[in-house]
């Protein structure tokens, strides 16, 4: 498919577990950003990859969060001993180039920690 | 620290009608922004942008307009659609920066 795709769509784990979401940018764009959507909250930033650039991770919320973006497609997003205010979904977008103009999203990780 | 803001969670509007849905900004230095509709279980998409050079920018039944003085912009749809039911997130960023800045979006719903 052409666009960005998101796995899995959906993830319950326990308190504690580590979790990890995987995202495929399109092909060709250099720019790849996370964020998440918790209940009644706007998209929060978390990180963003450009190129082979060193990542922006301003946005990451704890130690907790960490991303990786290897060969500068594919990225993981893992999530270590998450706590029930992870509960969100998360969402994966890339773009062609730098700035964060007219990002196009993936559906999504609905990530639930009970 | 929300710096766009969408302050009506939803609206509803009858097919054919007008839906104007707003959005306010704190930061004086946002110079790019744009505007997102989300379906269930989709992600965001684009939908229609503007920069802080011009007021107004249109796009079929779509059109942004933006008041710098007042931080405040908003879409407007004309005439709106079922299909248009949606939420739309207002977003921001300044150029060349690395982060889209969302608001928490409007649940549109329009009326058959």
Redesign the interface.
Known sequence: GAG?SQSPSNKVTEKGKDVELRCDPISGHTAL?W?RQSL??????LI?F?GNSAP?K??LPSDRFSAERTGGSVSTLTIQRTQQEDSAVY?C?SSKG???????????TQLSVL | D?Q?K?NSPSLSVQEGRISILNCDYTNSMFD?F?W?KKYP??????LI?ISSIKDKNEDGRFTVFLNKSAKHLSLHIVPSQPGDSAVY?C?A?V???????????TRLTVIP
């Open positions: 960005v950003y964020y009644g909250q706007g998209l929060e930033f963003y450009q922006d301003s946005g969402l977008a730098q700035g964060a103009e007219k990002l196009f999203f993936g559906s999504g | 929300q766009v969408q790019y744009l997102y279980a989709e992600g965001p998409t684009f942008s997130f977003a960023s150029a060349g920066a690395n982060n889209l800045f969302f608001g928490t979006g």
